[in-house]
């Protein structure tokens, strides 16, 4: 099974957010600034998960809208990892 296959999750470092809306440029569904300037997720009720290390579901049809946020955000902030082991598949940390 290949990570396009299965279940995904993202979050965001916002100690390393840069606040440049890249990633709500491309994934706005999953991704918004807040009034601090920086980036969340958001969950499927679009309610921003503002806890440090929240994540959410990434829906398979925004896969690979939120994997160009994490490729192109400029603060390295955006982590994709499997739900069933917590291995980070797309961003900084990926292996």
């Given at each position: 099974?290949?990570?396009?296959d299965?279940?995904?999750?993202?979050?965001?470092?916002?100690?390393?957010?840069?606040?440049?809306?890249?990633?709500?440029?491309?994934?706005?569904?999953?991704?918004?600034?807040?009034?601090?300037?920086?980036?969340?997720?958001?969950?499927e009720?679009?309610?921003?998960?503002?806890?440090?290390?929240?994540?959410?579901?990434?829906?398979?049809?925004?896969?690979?809208?939120?994997?160009?946020?994490?490729?192109?955000?400029?603060?390295?902030?955006?982590?994709?990892?499997?739900?069933?082991?917590?291995?980070?598949?797309?961003?900084?940390?990926?292996?």
């Amino acid at each position: 099974m290949s990570s396009q296959d299965e279940p995904l999750e993202v979050w965001i470092d916002q100690d390393l957010c840069t606040g440049d809306g890249i990633c709500v440029q491309y994934a706005p569904e999953v991704f918004e600034l807040d009034i601090d300037g920086l980036a969340y997720v958001k969950g499927e009720d679009q309610e921003l998960q503002d806890a440090p290390g929240a994540t959410v579901p990434v829906p398979l049809t925004l896969l690979q809208d939120v994997v160009d946020s994490a490729k192109e955000c400029p603060g390295d902030c955006i982590h994709v990892r499997r739900t069933r082991d917590l291995v980070e598949v797309y961003g900084p940390d990926a292996v």
